[in-house]
């Protein structure tokens, strides 16, 4: 089946760390995206990517770094400048790299929590 | 940026009907819903790309005022499986904005 993995589900982190998420789609989607969610609050956008080896920031980037290597893979790290981490991460993909407006939809994974201790 | 949407949470008795609104301060071409369960990730109710345009599924429905920058999502006879929150989304060059979001509670 088609979709998008994330992984971990759950992450405990000290204070200092980088952690790394991982995001794969299997869908042959040319756009992906990482958005962050705080209890109660909207999804914001940390970074995108339409193609491979090219990504731009969001409204929150940040503290955080990306990569895309691979047209499957979209990792997102979390790094020790990220002053408040502890949130859900979400990773999403779309089939085209342009507006939206063509294909429809985001399709999500399931998301990473991330607990900062 | 982020679309506005009102309000901000409602509780309803099963049956009742909902209205969920999502109000942008620039001009909107296309229009998103999705909702969300608690833990969660969002799921793709509808999108809606014309001004004027309507759609639905099941009694969820919504609409789309580009004039007035707005749209809104109708939940009918709602049943306890439409408890989530519920968010816009628009386009903006290449990026994706969600709204505010709509914490919806359906009671027995």
């Known amino acids: 089946d088609g979709g998008i993995t994330q992984s971990p589900k759950y992450l405990f982190r000290k204070e200092g760390q980088n952690v790394t998420l991982s995001c794969e789609q299997n869908l042959n989607h040319d756009a992906m995206y990482w958005y962050r969610q705080d209890p109660g609050q909207g999804l914001r956008l940390i970074y995108y990517?339409?193609?491979?080896?090219?990504?731009q920031k969001g409204d929150i980037a940040e503290g955080y770094s990306v990569s895309r290597e691979k047209k499957e893979s979209f990792p997102l790290t979390v790094t020790s400048a990220q002053k408040n981490p502890t949130a859900f991460y979400l990773c999403?993909?779309?089939?085209?790299?342009?507006?939206?407006?063509?294909?429809?939809?985001?399709?999500f994974g399931e998301g990473s929590r991330l607990t900062v201790l | 940026q982020q679309p506005v949407q009102s309000p901000q949470a409602v509780i309803l008795r099963e049956g009742e009907d909902a209205v969920i609104n999502c109000s942008s301060s620039?001009?909107?071409?296309?229009v998103h819903w999705y909702r969300q369960k608690h833990g969660e990730a969002p799921v793709f109710l509808m999108i809606?790309?014309?001004?004027?345009e309507q759609k639905g599924h099941d009694k969820i429905s919504a609409s789309f005022n580009e004039k007035k920058q707005q749209s809104s999502l109708y939940l009918t006879a709602s049943q306890l499986s439409y408890s989530g929150t519920y968010f816009c989304g628009t386009e903006e060059g290449n990026q994706f904005y969600f709204g505010t979001g709509t914490s919806l509670t359906v009671i027995p």
């Open positions: 990517s339409q193609i491979v080896n090219d990504f």
């Open positions: 809606l790309l014309k001004g004027g």
């Open positions: 999403a993909s779309s089939s085209n790299s342009g507006p939206l407006t063509l294909t429809g939809e985001l399709f």
């Open positions: 620039k001009a909107l071409y296309s």
